[in-house]
């Protein structure tokens, strides 16, 4: 089945280093999204990517960057973590932006925890 | 700046009875409204969006720009309709946003 895969589900880094998530999609999408959930929260967009072009949210944190190699995959990358980016990372895609093939796609998430 | 807002955070009601889940929202341009729904231990995924104006395992959304709102509801509930259920706003620049989701509970 096309889907978007997320590893690892689980991701135990310590305060300070660095560490990678990984995302990739079968789906053959022009978007992909990432996400930052708290619990009992919003998921939070971070930034996008429209094929290559990247897209960061105003209120990104500097610590949060992202790379595209290809079509298949991308990746978050937090720099130095805090306490504070414990949280579920939800990568999404979608067709396009436009109207009708915005749906967005879900992986199953990576949980963080920051020691 | 856009909005989502879901003033419910946990819903319970009993089988056969009617739902309506609240979403309201705030934004400037022409909204593109969704609803998307987390079923317990799966990942989440899309249930309905408001221009295929279409009915989705019993539940429909109708936009009501005059109210800035895009309520859920479906006339019978039924216990696998237990979930979370998150309304989101995209546009076309890639902005999404996201309510705080809200947990309803279907009783037996």
């Known amino acids: 089945d096309a889907m978007v895969i997320q590893n690892p589900r689980y991701q135990v880094t310590q305060f300070g280093k660095p560490v990678t998530l990984s995302c990739s999609q079968t789906?053959?999408?022009?978007?992909m999204y990432w996400y930052q959930q708290k619990s009992s929260q919003a998921p939070k967009l971070l930034f996008h990517?429209?094929?290559?072009?990247?897209?960061n949210e105003a209120d990104t944190p500097d610590n949060f960057q992202s790379r595209r190699p290809n079509t298949s995959f991308c990746f978050l990358d937090i720099r130095s973590p805090g306490l504070g980016d414990a949280a579920m990372y939800l990568c999404?895609?979608?067709?396009?932006?436009?109207?009708?093939?915005?749906?967005?796609?879900f992986g199953p998430g990576t949980r963080l925890t920051v020691l | 700046a856009q909005r989502v807002t879901q003033p419910e955070k946990l819903l319970s009601v009993f089988k056969g009875a009617p739902v309506e889940l609240k979403c309201n929202y705030s934004?400037?341009?022409?909204?593109?409204l969704f609803w998307y729904v987390q079923y317990s231990r799966q990942r989440l995924q899309l249930l309905l969006r408001?221009?295929s104006r279409e009915s989705i395992k019993g539940f429909t959304a109708d936009l009501n720009k005059g109210e800035t709102s895009f309520h859920l509801k479906k006339p019978f509930a039924q216990e696998e309709d237990s979930a979370m259920y998150y309304c989101?706003?995209?546009?076309?620049?890639?902005?999404?946003?996201f309510g705080d989701g809200t947990t309803l509970t279907v009783k037996p």
């Open positions: 990517y429209y094929d290559k072009d990247f897209n």
């Open positions: 408001h221009i």
């Open positions: 934004y400037s341009g022409s909204p593109e």
């Open positions: 789906l053959n999408h022009n978007v």
């Open positions: 999404a895609t979608s067709r396009d932006l436009q109207s009708s093939y915005n749906e967005q796609f």
């Open positions: 989101a706003l995209h546009t076309n620049a890639g902005k999404s946003t």
